[in-house]
């Protein structure tokens, strides 16, 4: 095996040398961003050039203002369309679209068509464009279709830019589309996200309204989702079962040295990896997606990729894109991309930081405090109602993070802990307890941060500091929430973000409007007045979210309690207040989700955490008695048989006897443990529930226990004897 070593640190040395062949040689040429950037997009500009004027007109109606889409433009924008993915080599298209397993898919259909004459034609028609039905028996429906019920339709999203996929050997043509099923119900991601971006919209230009805020014709939400994820060489990843099924170890002492050194945290990018960096940026620029960050992460081997702020539709679509690029180019480059959010134990896991606001099509956006958040009144009434929702719906907040992934990441020192709570910094929570107490006199400021040496600027200083360790967190001008995991969707925890603060608008804006009815004539003393009060009330009841402390302190969690806080810790948990009927008034209330779709979705939540915990026991029992237990014999053959052989030559070794009774020793423990674990797993409980339950705290510990002395066994048994590559290759060889 430390020969297996050795040719692995030499194959991944000759992948880089190979990967970059060519390139050392020769002056790097730099990236044009700006002639590749989007140049594989339908964008607006093309349909400029290619559409007549009055359906060009009517297509950015529709994407801009949300005004319905007229089908007589479809076949006109299909031509164009068709016309420009030949041009860039398609041969095929495909309606793309999110089904409820998190992930995208698609189904290719030729542009070619056979005629009379024998020959072949390109068709692409309105109808090709705008509809589509794919096979729905197959995908997530949570019992809202039987399986011979098999009718599904992809609905064209105009919203979102179609693009070229592109591949060594062709290309085909990507249209972003929504999936429903034959009665009309959500079948995806995006339909929810649409129907939540519209009642956020809807509520926020209410208040605009009241607030004598004119011409805005639309206001949206606006996402930027970090993307922290994992590379390793693919040599090593073949030779983990345990990565190849379940996306994550089940098995990995911790080795000498994790991240205690804290040196690979914004550390000089090696070379394979960088150069894999950039090919992504790269083929991400050209779908038009706005790459922007990329550095070394906290952990080993753990790096991270950021984008832009967009329309969180849009936003939601490139992430999906971001994902499956990190993925296809690291293949080129010798290495895997985990997107688990708990590939190693000991070391940190992934999250992706979903950062939120709220903007107008007039470019105002509703979360920027301004010089003077005191002063700034709308600001203040739109901040409140975020701080209402989370506060009102911390478990849909909680429910629309929790994955069987995620749950080994939060609450661990590594990430938010799966107590909601909103951080707003020192300036901001002074404002507000200064409005709770009857009204507001001035507001911190942040001033110059003096670094002590001549040379160096002084810096212009926040009025607050980040807190790292909350769930969700105001950084300025947005929200981040913290908690999404880094395999999600982000779809999902988007759409509850949205309607949960349209409720909040929705009551706020009731509250005010009938204080000003009650005041009779309108003012702007009235008008603040009113508002100040509003605020107030919201205020005192939402404060109990409100923390600027450290969240992973035990001290924290009793607090929490006291104030009244949710403390969910793991996904069955949390999905267990998915149909609290305030819940279900909420989705329907705003059109968001029907109570069949939410408990479609409560169904394909649960199913999907059994189904993950009995993959990861049944992989872990697979490992742990084909591979780790035969290794461990063959080892405590040889220590028997050396001993066998030093009782014949009269010599004292003690030392051999004592290590082959521990190896002994862990072997019976081991084969005990998984006797436990395999017994757990074949129970089954009578329904949903019964079974995520009995995965989640008796199968998970069964596992965990069978890992914790698998762990002792590979600290003990020869490195050549052990059957997988350990942490201290997979996590250090780049």
């Given amino acids: 095996m430390n020969k297996l070593l050795l040719d692995y640190n030499v194959l991944a040395a000759t992948k880089t040398r190979l990967t970059l062949n060519g390139t050392r040689d020769q002056k790097p040429q730099p990236m044009d961003i700006e002639r590749i950037f989007g140049e594989n997009v339908f964008s607006l500009e093309e349909m400029k050039n290619r559409l007549p004027k009055k359906v060009y007109e009517s297509l950015v109606a529709t994407i801009e203002k949300g005004e319905p889409l007229s089908p007589e433009i ?71 279709r039987a399986t011979f019920e098999a009718r599904g339709y992809t609905a064209w999203d105009p919203t979102s830019p179609a693009f070229i996929m592109e591949n060594p050997n062709g290309a085909y043509l990507a249209i972003p589309t929504a999936f429903a099923s034959w009665t009309g119900e959500a079948l995806d991601h995006k339909i929810p996200l649409l129907r939540s971006m519209h009642a956020l919209d809807k509520q926020a230009r209410r208040v605009l309204q009241l607030f004598g805020v004119k011409n805005v014709h ?97 936003a939601a679509d490139h992430q999906q894109l971001i994902m499956q690029t990190l993925k296809n180019v690291a293949r080129r480059y010798g290495l895997v991309c985990l997107l688990h959010e ?37 600001f203040l009434f739109f901040c409140a109602a975020v701080v209402r929702a989370v506060h009102k719906y911390q478990d849909l907040l909680r429910i629309s993070v929790a994955t069987a992934g995620n749950d080994h990441r939060l609450g661990a020192n590594e990430a938010p802990p799966a107590i909601m709570s909103v951080f707003l910094g020192e300036q901001l929570e002074d404002i507000f307890n200064q409005l709770e107490n009857g009204g507001v006199r001035g507001s ?83 008008f603040e007045e009113a508002v100040a009060e509003v605020l107030r009330e919201v205020i005192r009841e939402s404060k109990p979210i409100i923390f600027n402390g450290d969240n992973y302190s035990s001290e924290w969690h009793a607090e929490a309690e006291r ?73 405590l053959r040889e220590l028997t048989e050396t001993l066998d052989e030093a009782k014949d030559l009269g010599l004292n070794v003690a030392g051999v006897r004592e290590t082959a009774e521990e190896v002994a020793t862990l072997i019976n423990e081991l084969r005990q443990r998984l006797d436990v674990l395999i017994a757990e ?53 780049k």
């Fill in 444 to 526: 911190k400021q942040g001033g110059l941060l003096g670094l002590g040496v001549p040379v160096l600027p002084p810096l212009p200083r926040h009025a607050g500091d980040r807190n790292r360790t909350s769930p969700f967190a105001f950084t300025g001008n947005k929200f981040e929430f913290r908690a999404v995991g880094a395999s999600q969707s982000i779809s999902f925890p988007n759409t509850v973000l949205n309607t949960i603060v349209a409720d909040a608008l929705d009551e706020m804006a009731t509250m005010l409007e009938e204080k000003l009815k009650a005041r009779g004539k309108r003012t702007k003393q009235a």
């Fill in 681 to 733: 797993n074949q129970k089954r409980g009578e329904t949903l529930e019964e079974n995520a339950r009995h995965k989640c705290y008796d199968v998970l510990p069964a596992m965990q226990a069978v890992r914790e002395v698998a762990d002792r066994l590979e600290r003990v048994v020869p490195h050549e004897y052990w059957p997988m590559p350990t942490y201290r290759e997979i996590l250090f060889v």
């Fill in 563 to 635: 104030r009244g806080l949710l403390n969910l810790p793991n996904t069955v948990e949390a999905l267990a207040h998915l149909l609290d009927e305030k819940n279900v008034q909420l989705f329907e209330r705003h059109g968001v989700l029907s109570r069949r779709e939410l408990e479609s979705r409560y169904e394909i939540l649960l199913d999907q955490y059994t189904k993950t915990i009995n993959i990861e026991a049944e992989t872990a029992e697979y490992i742990a008695r084909t591979m780790i237990l035969p290794a461990a014999l063959r080892y």
């Fill in 342 to 378: 708990k590939p190693f134990a000991g070391v940190n896991g992934s999250g992706k930081h979903n950062n939120w606001s709220m903007s107008t099509d007039t470019g105002m956006n509703l979360l920027d405090p301004g010089d003077n958040p005191h002063d700034n009144m709308q």
């Fill in 218 to 314: 639309k206001v949206y939400p606006t996402v930027g989702s970090e993307q922290e994820y994992f590379l390793i060489d693919e040599e090593f990843y073949y030779r983990r079962p345990d990565l190849v099924t379940c996306g994550r170890t089940l098995f990995g002492a911790k080795p000498p040295r994790g991240q205690e050194m804290e040196d690979h945290y914004f550390g000089s990018i090696p070379e394979r990896v960088l150069a894999f960096m950039l090919e992504v940026e790269k083929e991400l620029y050209k779908l038009g997606v706005p790459v922007k960050t990329r550095h070394n992460e906290v952990a080993p081997s753990q790096y991270e990729i950021a984008p832009l702020f967009e329309n969180a539709n849009l």
């Fill in 74 to 144: 479809a076949d006109t924008v299909a031509l164009a369309m068709k016309e420009w993915a030949i041009e860039k080599g398609a041969t095929h298209f495909t309606h793309w679209f999110q089904p409820l397993t998190g992930m995208t898919a698609e189904k290719h259909e030729s542009f070619i068509t056979p005629n009379k004459g024998g020959g072949a034609i390109a068709v692409f028609s309105g109808r090709d464009l705008i509809q589509g039905e794919p096979d729905a028996s197959s995908f997530p429906s949570g019992g809202l």
